[in-house]
């Protein structure tokens, strides 16, 4: 969607390597967040973000960790990838220092670990 | 911690009649925010409709509208004269209210329901 990009769009990685996917964000907004989608399970929160070097856990952090050293950029990193973490990976900005309600997705990274 | 709870993986409908999708949630806050999402085969993650919980006017959004019954914490989404477009992926999402900054916008989402549109 237009002022989030996520890359990349596909990877196919191997168990126990480590990967990062990036969000970027050109809308300078404070909140930032990592989904993923499982079938049954609708997207749930990894981590999140409430401004550069503020970051939490959400729900089903364990395996993963964030970064954010500048506004516009949430890095997602899988340290040691393993077939459970096959999902497709959502990023999300939001703006609600302004009292905006709305949220903007990212297009999604399907990573596919063998 | 909130839990949102879409009890029909999947729903079918005719083109030009009316469906509607069930979603419960559970939550021991007063205020917060409940939202469909409409996810297509492309991913995108489209919002349909928004309810305010102190509102108790039932949000509308041309074909779209919403049943929401804060007592029974019921939230379903109604679709007329559905249209092949409307076949999706639909997602039913909590949010607290930001009111104190601690909730941080964190959505919770459904485990979704898919639409399918007969012609």
């Known amino acids: 969607d237009a002022g989030i990009t996520q890359s990349p769009r596909h990877k196919v990685t191997e168990t126990g390597t480590p990967v990062t996917l990036r969000c970027h964000q050109t809308?300078?907004?404070?909140?930032m967040y990592w989904y993923r989608q499982d079938p049954g399970h609708g997207l749930r929160l990894i981590h999140y973000?409430?401004?550069?070097?503020?970051?939490d856990k959400g729900e089903v952090s364990d395996g993963y960790s964030v970064s954010r050293s500048k506004t516009e950029d949430f890095l997602l990193t899988l340290e040691s990838a393993t077939s459970s973490q096959t999902s497709v990976y959502f990023c999300?900005?939001?703006?609600?220092?302004?009292?905006?309600?709305?949220?903007?997705f990212g297009s999604g990274t399907r990573l596919t670990v063998v | 911690a909130q839990t949102v709870t879409q009890s029909q993986p999947e729903m079918s409908v005719q083109e030009a009649e009316t469906v509607t999708l069930s979603c419960t949630y559970d939550?021991?806050?007063?205020?917060?925010?409940l939202f469909w999402y409409k996810q297509p085969p492309s991913r995108q993650m489209i919002l349909v409709i928004r309810?305010?919980?102190?509102?108790?006017q039932n949000a509308t959004e041309n074909r779209f509208s919403v049943n929401f019954q804060k007592a029974a914490k019921s939230f379903s989404l109604k679709i007329s004269d559905s249209q092949l477009g409307d076949a999706a992926m639909y997602f039913c999402?909590?949010?607290?209210?930001?009111?104190?900054?601690?909730?941080?916008?964190?959505?919770?989402f459904g485990q979704g329901t898919i639409l399918t549109v007969h012609p």
């Open positions: 999300a900005i939001s703006d609600l220092d302004r009292g905006n309600y709305g949220y903007t």
């Open positions: 809308e300078n907004h404070r909140y």
């Open positions: 973000s409430y401004g550069v070097k503020d970051t």
């Open positions: 939550t021991s806050e007063s205020d917060y925010y």
């Open positions: 309810q305010e919980a102190y509102k108790q």
């Open positions: 999402a909590y949010r607290a209210s930001n009111a104190g900054g601690t909730s941080y916008g964190k959505l919770t």
